[in-house]
């Protein structure tokens, strides 16, 4: 009984502390700007913009596969809505746009 005790507690902290570390490493999901267009470098599958909002700046990843039929290109000066996923990559929020709203 006594380790059958031990093996539950072992597993509750196996499982806790898988928890936090998937939930720790996911990535935000709908997360939406409003801002205006302020540079824009092509890549192989799509763009990269650099997105100005009131207070701060991003970078938006935006690619024919993952848009699909909804690839729109964008233009400095243009001002959007840009919705997708986030990530850091150095000190700067990257956005995978899923959604692109003018």
Known sequence: MKNRSKTISFFALLI???FFSVSSCQQDTGF???????EIVFGKD???ATVRTEDKSYQAVIS?????????ELHT???V????DTFRLDNMV???VRTIKF
């Open 77 to 79: 000066g243009d001002i």
């Open 32 to 38: 939406s700007i409003r801002g205006t267009v302020q």
């Open 46 to 48: 799509g763009y990269t």
């Open 94 to 96: 990257q956005i995978r």
């Open 16 to 18: 806790t502390i898988l």
């Open 81 to 84: 809505t840009l919705t997708g």
């Open 64 to 72: 024919k596969s993952m848009l699909q039929g909804e690839y729109k």
